[in-house]
């Protein structure tokens, strides 16, 4: 019989406390992957976010050893892992298996995939917009005002639009993490604009990503209100409407409605931006979103 060389690449070897054993209510098959994934919880330090999938468990090539696979989800993308767990559900190995010099490990866990978010689920219409509907490319970021990324991010994304503009079309998304406190505020003024006119919000957002924008930020609320409003007198729009949306409620349920959406698809962070699909998580450099002009 051919003999195989094993080696354990960068392993970790954990013996599992009764505890496991003692609280068993599946099957085997379902205890063995349970165990993986206790395991994994609790000596891989992941983002909070990250869900932990089952795919499948097998005989892997270490004798009494299950391989199973797990899938990490997380905000952007799935990577798929695998963990060797023996057969009486004690032991596991976290690392990688080499056969030959081969990582056998990768191979069985296969490529991270980025994740494709179906666009129809991100209500394009109910949000403020700039460009053509049907454009080639649709980015929605989900974004707020006291954020330098996301206002970096802007500068960059209104460059683009200049030069696209019948190319893309760019879709604002609320995202300030609490339904309190100065970053929800300035959303729900910006939203509340938002009932005025679609310009109307547009002359606001981009006076908050402006410096000036941002130091009047730090001012009373009572303050920014103030200069929204005296924005809005300035371009001949109606206050009316825009303190109406404020006192009833409007600009604040505008917010909500885009938090709730960016919890849903587990947004934990801003900018975030769903371009054709794709999340894309943080600062997005020039050239890789003009690549989706040219696919």
Same mark, same amino acid.
């Given at each position: 019989?051919?003999?195989?060389?094993?080696?354990?690449?960068?392993?970790?070897?954990?013996?599992?406390?009764?505890?496991?054993?003692?609280?068993?209510?599946?099957?085997?098959?379902?205890?063995?992957?349970?165990?993986?994934?206790?395991?994994?919880?609790?000596?891989?330090?992941?983002?909070?976010?990250?869900?932990?999938?089952?795919?499948?468990?097998?005989?892997?090539?270490?004798?009494?050893?299950?391989?199973?696979?797990?899938?990490?989800?997380?905000?952007?993308?799935?990577?798929?892992?695998?963990?060797?767990?023996?057969?009486?559900?004690?032991?596991?190995?976290?690392?990688?298996?080499?056969?030959?010099?081969?990582?056998?490990?990768?191979?069985?866990?296969?490529?991270?995939?980025?994740?494709?978010?179906?666009?129809?689920?991100?209500?394009?219409?109910?949000?403020?917009?700039?460009?053509?509907?049907?454009?080639?490319?649709?980015?929605? *970021?989900?974004? =707020?005002?006291?954020?330098?990324?996301?206002?970096?991010?802007? $500068? &960059?994304?209104?460059? #683009? !639009?200049?030069?696209?503009?019948?190319?893309?079309?760019?879709?604002?998304?609320?995202?300030?993490?609490?339904?309190?406190?100065?970053?929800?505020?300035?959303?729900?003024?910006?939203?509340?604009?938002?009932?005025?006119?679609?310009?109307?919000?547009?002359?606001?957002?981009?006076?908050?990503?402006?410096? *000036?924008?941002? =130091?009047?930020?730090?001012?009373?609320?009572?303050?920014?209100? $103030? &200069?929204?409003?005296? #924005? !809005?007198?300035?371009?001949?729009?109606?206050?009316?409407?825009?303190?109406?949306?404020?006192?009833?409620?409007?600009?604040?349920?505008?917010?909500?409605?885009?938090?709730?959406?960016?919890?849903?698809?587990?947004?934990?962070?801003?900018?975030?931006?769903?371009?054709?699909?794709?999340?894309?998580?943080?600062?997005?450099?020039?050239?890789?979103?003009?690549?989706?002009?040219?696919?």
């Amino acid at each position: 019989m051919l003999k195989k060389t094993l080696v354990m690449g960068s392993y970790l070897l954990f013996l599992l406390l009764p505890f496991f054993q003692s609280s068993l209510v599946f099957s085997q098959g379902d205890e063995i992957a349970r165990v993986a994934i206790e395991t994994v919880k609790r000596q891989i330090r992941l983002p909070p976010e990250t869900e932990i999938r089952f795919i499948e468990k097998k005989e892997s090539q270490i004798p009494g050893f299950y391989s199973v696979k797990l899938v990490f989800s997380s905000v952007d993308k799935d990577t798929p892992v695998v963990v060797y767990v023996d057969q009486a559900g004690e032991k596991v190995f976290l690392g990688n298996l080499f056969v030959r010099g081969e990582n056998v490990t990768s191979k069985e866990a296969g490529s991270p995939r980025t994740k494709k978010i179906d666009m129809a689920i991100l209500d394009l219409d109910h949000s403020p917009a700039i460009g053509p509907k049907g454009a080639k490319v649709t980015i929605v *970021e989900f974004s =707020n005002f006291q954020c330098p990324y996301c206002m970096d991010s802007w $500068a &960059k994304l209104k460059n #683009l !639009l200049g030069k696209s503009p019948k190319e893309i079309r760019y879709i604002f998304k609320h995202f300030p993490f609490q339904q309190e406190g100065r970053t929800f505020e300035l959303s729900e003024m910006a939203a509340a604009a938002q009932e005025v006119s679609s310009e109307a919000f547009w002359l606001v957002h981009d006076f908050l990503f402006t410096n *000036e924008g941002q =130091n009047v930020a730090k001012l009373e609320k009572k303050a920014v209100q $103030a &200069k929204v409003e005296q #924005l !809005l007198k300035d371009k001949k729009y109606d206050v009316k409407v825009f303190q109406a949306a404020i006192e009833s409620g409007k600009g604040r349920e505008r917010v909500l409605d885009d938090m709730a959406l960016g919890n849903k698809l587990r947004i934990t962070g801003t900018p975030t931006k769903v371009v054709n699909g794709d999340i894309i998580v943080g600062s997005t450099a020039d050239a890789a979103l003009e690549k989706y002009l040219t696919k």
